[in-house]
């Protein structure tokens, strides 16, 4: 009777590491039987069910998935850069060198006659400027 490959190599359904070495495994045994038309594969079964085997199958998945997860996160590294650039340079489309330098001037002038209406209004309360200057337009 043949083992349980699957069972060996696969601890449950979200295995992922023991699904890519059983399909590591089928493949093999797919090219041994490809290869070795006349020769019982019940050898090939037994041997690759080995302990040894089995760890071997795994740590190749492993490394695959590493890699996978390793080129997903460079990739997704780049996509997230060439988009930030793009952004970036979309901004400075917008806004520009010049553009920004006058609206900040303009910002500027309009807090600068602002402050100067609140000291004139202050300090022109206080020196009774008020009074005198409506005495003066009534006049």
């Given amino acids: 009777m043949l083992p349980q490959t699957f069972q060996t190599f696969v601890d449950h359904r979200q295995d992922l590491a023991g699904l890519i ?30 302990p040894s085997q089995i760890e071997a199958y795994r740590a190749e998945a492993l490394t695959m998935l590493e890699d ?47 402050s100067v209406l609140v000291v004139v209004l202050v300090f022109g309360s206080k020196l009774n400027f008020w009074v005198n200057l409506l005495k003066y337009l009534g006049e």
């Fill in 68 to 114: 996978m997860a390793q080129q997903s996160l460079a990739n997704a590294l780049a996509d997230a850069d060439a988009d930030h650039l793009r952004q970036l340079k979309q901004i400075e489309r917008t806004l520009g060198f010049w553009p920004s330098v006058w609206s900040n001037v303009v910002a500027n002038l309009i807090a600068a006659a602002v």
């Fill in 21 to 50: 070495a059983y399909a590591l495994y089928k493949a093999d045994k797919i090219d041994f039987m490809k290869t070795h038309p006349d020769e019982d594969v019940h050898g090939f079964v037994l041997g690759m069910n080995l």
